[in-house]
C-alpha cells in the first residue's frame, strides 16, 4: 500500500551523528532544562534553524 503526500512527509528517518563530547553535555543539559528528549532537542534544533534560514532568505530577494 502506497502511502499519501503528508505521511510521506512526516515519515522519520534515523541519521547517525557525531558530537564532540562538550557539545553533546551542553545539548543534552539544554534538553533536560526544556523537558526534551536528547533526539527531541536536536530535532526542535534544526527545525528551528530551518525556519530562520527561509524567512531570511525570503527578505535577501
Not at 551542553?26 to 523537558?35: G, H, M, N, S
Amino acid at each position: 500500500m502506497e502511502k499519501n503526500t503528508a505521511e510521506k512527509g512526516k515519515a522519520k528517518k534515523q541519521v547517525p551523528l557525531r558530537l564532540s563530547q562538550s557539545l553533546y553535555n551542553e545539548i543534552a543539559q539544554w534538553a533536560e532544562d526544556d523537558f526534551r528528549s536528547m533526539n527531541g532537542q536536536i530535532e526542535y534544533l534544526l527545525t528551528e534553524c530551518v525556519k530562520y534560514r527561509k524567512k531570511n532568505s525570503k527578505n535577501k530577494q
